[in-house]
Each structure stands twice: as structure tokens, then as C-alpha cells.
């Protein structure tokens, strides 16, 4: 058995802490003109408080689809969503903003910066809208951005305009950060920096991370393991021996 490795990530046992989250038997159905794509079937899933989940599937399995069920950008066709309690599948438009705006912090493969604002201008906007933010500042230098603050987007590397979008989602101080293919758009190397932090941000401030992605490798870092195919769920599985992130390679 390989020695623990002081960055990777504890193992955690489904359970060891209270449910954050659950999907109970989600379905979804897109209706376009005369024609229905289903494209997820009885989805039943459970996100721990404080775990560092990873979503691997195919491109077109509904990873997506499911993510955004989670985040209340979309609602199942059927089935309920409880966030601590609360069924936001029945939620208005509303109260899924409050929800969203509250609960979630958003990172996609595509770091959607506004182009004519800074770094530290980009994560203020988000602090803005929010309830309790922490200062911009600090979740700056929580991504190690703290030296470029005054750039612009153009002036980063793509790994440092995810590290901005990380900042974004972080300042709202939300429970659980929701990561569409975080590293889709980056090398290796910038990917497993973007991993690291994300594994940091879990480990240190506690926060819930979900990353769903189409590369399995990822899995390694991470603490549990769903793998969905056609729209359902084909295993759910416990990492006994979580690598660090800058040990995990494609
Ligand atoms: P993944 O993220 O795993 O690649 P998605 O959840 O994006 O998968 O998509 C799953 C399926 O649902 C695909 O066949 C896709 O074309 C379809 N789909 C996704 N979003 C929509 C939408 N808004 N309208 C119609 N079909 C959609
Ligand atoms: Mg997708």
C-alpha cells in the first residue's frame, strides 16, 4: 500500500456526516417541439455535508443536466430535490435564485469572466448579490491569485481565469460548489493546480465539492465516485485511498 500522502484528501465513509443534499428518483425530459429527450431515469443520489464527490460519465450521459438539477438552474420533469430539508423542486423562480444565490457557487469548463473587469471586479460583482459574503480579497487569495488581482482577463492564463471563476463562486460563502468539467479547457499540469485548490477548499474551509466530468482520472483525488451512463446511475463507490491532486494524471 502506497504511504499516505499528506495533500491527498482523507478518505470519508458515506454517512460520517449528515446529508446536504438528495435527489430522490429524478427524472428529466427535455421537450423540444413534438419530440421528448429523456435524459435522466430515477436518479436517486446523496450528497454528503463537507464531501469531495466526483461525477464521471460519458459526454451526453447527463452529468449536466444532473448538476444543474442540483445547483436549481433547472427542475426534474419528476422526482424531488431536498436541500437540508427543504424540497426546492418545488420552488419558484424566486425562491431557486434565493437558493442559488445562498446555497451554490458555479465553476464551468469555461470560466465566463466579464472581459472588462478586473479580477478582484469580477469576484466583487459576485459579493455583491450576495448575503454573507467574505471579503473578494481574501477568497482571491484563497485561489493563490492574490498578485494579479488588478488584471484583466485577458492578461491570465486560463488557469488563472478558473482560479478567478473559483474565487467568484467561493465568495458567496456557499455550502456547496458545483464544478461542470472544472479542467476541461486546461493542460495537465494547470488542471491538477485547479484540483488542488478545489481539494484545498474542501479540505480547509469545509466546503462541499461536486465535480462531474467525462474524465475518470479525476475520480482519484476524489472521495466518492458516481459513475452515470444513459441518464442512470451505474455505481456508487467509496475511495479507499484518495491521491493528491497533483499526483493524478491523464
Ligand atoms: P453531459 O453533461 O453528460 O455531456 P448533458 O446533461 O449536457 O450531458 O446532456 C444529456 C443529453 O441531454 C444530451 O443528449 C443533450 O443533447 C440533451 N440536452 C441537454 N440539455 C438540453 C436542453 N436544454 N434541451 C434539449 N436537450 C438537452
Ligand atoms: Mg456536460
Known sequence: MPAPDADAL??????????????KSISKTYIIGDVSVPVLHHVD????????LVVVGPSGSGKSTLLNIV??????????VFFQNQNISQFNEQQLTRYRRE???????FYNLVPTLTARENVIVAADISESPMSPDDALELVGLSSRVDHFPSQLSGGEQQRVAIAR???KNPELLLCDEPTGALDL???RMILEVLGNLNRELGK??????HNSAIGQM????????SGTIAETNVNPHPIAAQQVTW
Open 10 to 23: 482523507q478518505p470519508h465513509t458515506p454517512g460520517e456526516s449528515p446529508v446536504l443534499l438528495s435527489l
Open 45 to 52: 443520489l446523496e450528497i454528503y455535508d463537507g464531501e469531495f
Open 71 to 80: 445547483g436549481g438552474i433547472d427542475l426534474p420533469t419528476e422526482g424531488s
Open 103 to 109: 446555497n451554490i457557487g458555479f465553476v464551468f469548463q
Open 169 to 171: 463562486a467561493l465568495v
Open 189 to 191: 499540469t494547470t488542471g
Open 208 to 213: 462541499t465539492v461536486v465535480i462531474i466530468t
Open 222 to 229: 476524489a472521495q466518492r465516485i458516481v459513475r452515470i451512463g
